[in-house]
């Protein structure tokens, strides 16, 4: 099978090319972003692979079924980027990841929690400058507070393990209750519940329509003057522009993201010699109390290995006409 990746970079080279070893497949990798413009790339390809910020609406889906492609494969979990009734429509099978590395996302957002809280970014370049200062450096023990955490599948799930191992007392939202929050004594609660007693709040919750701007200007107001907040799972569950009213009224102490809604236009690329001409992002850059990583936190060897694996599993199942648990299809 032919396979031509979109949005590839010099990782995706290597960990697909040495997992392919058993699969045999022909990959292409192209470092342009899946969109209109650029579908006709994938010309004489079985399957293309696609990543976070790839656009596969209908009218792309179309042009990539009129140019023979069979097969959608996502090497990530989400796939709110999809027209999945479309692709079903078109004939295009769409296979995704749904569990690589949990950990490493998990462990991201607790190393952005501990960063944030310990200013640690800050005290960084301090040193670099010579500046041995600790005005403005003071952080808060995580032991003894109140930790809420939005989404408890396999990522929520680990991060609330691990705050809970930091002292923390832990809340969990999430409309399916996962046994492994609950044994250890984390309770399940209401969102005005968690938005109220938490001093620090984890999004690891999937983005669907009722996600959306989860993060809005009324559940701000609902927050515990000073909360953490710290989004690890899509974007567009923070309405950008409430979050930074939040920041300048105190309400929100601190801000983490390593997603943004808009980041298509600015992450997995080098930009440093540019404008970056999105005054909302611009305007996070300004706070002092924010850190933002672009779109990391699955970026480990480990979680490549995973992902790459996966991947090349599915289009080797489809093409040897075999089930994968892995197929999404239209809800």
């Not at 507070?145 to 705050?163: D, E, N, P, Y």
Request: hydrophobic residues 45%; proline residues 4%.
């Amino acid at each position: 099978m032919k396979v031509v990746f979109f949005s590839s970079k010099p990782y995706d080279d290597e960990t697909f090319t040495g997992a392919n070893a058993e699969h045999g497949h022909e990959l292409e990798f192209l470092e342009d972003r899946l969109h209109a413009r650029s579908a006709q790339l994938a010309a004489g390809a079985d399957a293309v692979c696609i990543f976070v910020n790839d656009t596969a609406d209908e009218p792309v889906l179309r042009s990539l079924a009129d140019h023979g492609i069979r097969y959608l494969a996502l090497r990530c979990a989400g796939y709110n980027n999809v027209d999945v009734a479309a692709a079903a429509a078109l004939g295009i099978t769409v296979v995704r990841v749904p569990a690589y590395s949990p950990n490493a996302v998990a462990e991201h957002t607790i190393a952005l929690v501990l960063a944030l809280n310990r200013k640690i970014h800050r005290a960084y370049n301090r040193v670099r400058d010579g500046n041995f200062s600790l005005e403005g450096l003071v952080g808060f023990d995580l032991a003894g507070k109140t930790a809420g955490v939005v989404g408890t599948g396999k990522i929520g799930a680990i991060v609330a393990r691990l705050l809970w191992h930091f002292r923390c007392r832990v809340l969990a939202f999430d409309p399916y209750e996962n046994p492994a929050v609950t044994e250890l004594g984390m309770q399940y609660v209401d969102l005005d519940t968690l938005y109220a007693q938490s001093d620090i709040i984890s999004l690891n919750c999937p983005l669907t329509a009722e996600t959306y701007h989860l993060i809005d200007e009324a559940a701000i107001a609902r927050m515990k003057p000073g909360v953490m907040l710290v989004n690890t799972g899509r974007g567009p569950l923070i309405d950008t522009p409430a979050v930074i009213e939040g920041l300048k009224s105190h309400r929100i102490g601190s801000l983490a993201l390593d997603v943004y809604e808009e980041e298509a236009t600015l992450f997995f690329e080098d930009r440093s010699l540019e404008v970056i001409d999105d005054d909302v992002f611009a305007r996070l850059l300004t706070f002092p109390n924010v850190l933002i990583t672009a779109h990391q936190a699955f970026l480990t060897y480990e979680a490549l290995g995973a992902i790459a694996a996966t991947t090349l599993t599915n289009l080797t199942d489809l093409e040897h006409g075999r089930d994968t648990p892995n197929v999404v299809t239209p809800e």
